[in-house]
């Protein structure tokens, strides 16, 4: 089983990528969601959306945390 360590690194290595791409854009997101009030938010449809796409990444940077808690280091 050997033969399998090299294909668990890459996916591994990939995991963490996608993690960090995922804090980035979260952190974007929010960014631009605390340059506006709540009612800004509430009522435009764009901040509406990038509000929608925060929480979407939020959820899986959770899971991903709650499945690999050493991917966080």
Known sequence: MEQYSTL????????D?????????????DTILKGHTAEEAAN???LITIKDLRDTYGELIERLESRLPGIKE
């Open 17 to 29: 990528q996608s993690y960090k791409d995922l804090k980035f854009n979260y952190n974007g997101l």
């Open 8 to 15: 668990i690194g890459v996916v591994l290595e990939k995991l």
């Open 44 to 46: 435009t449809p764009e």
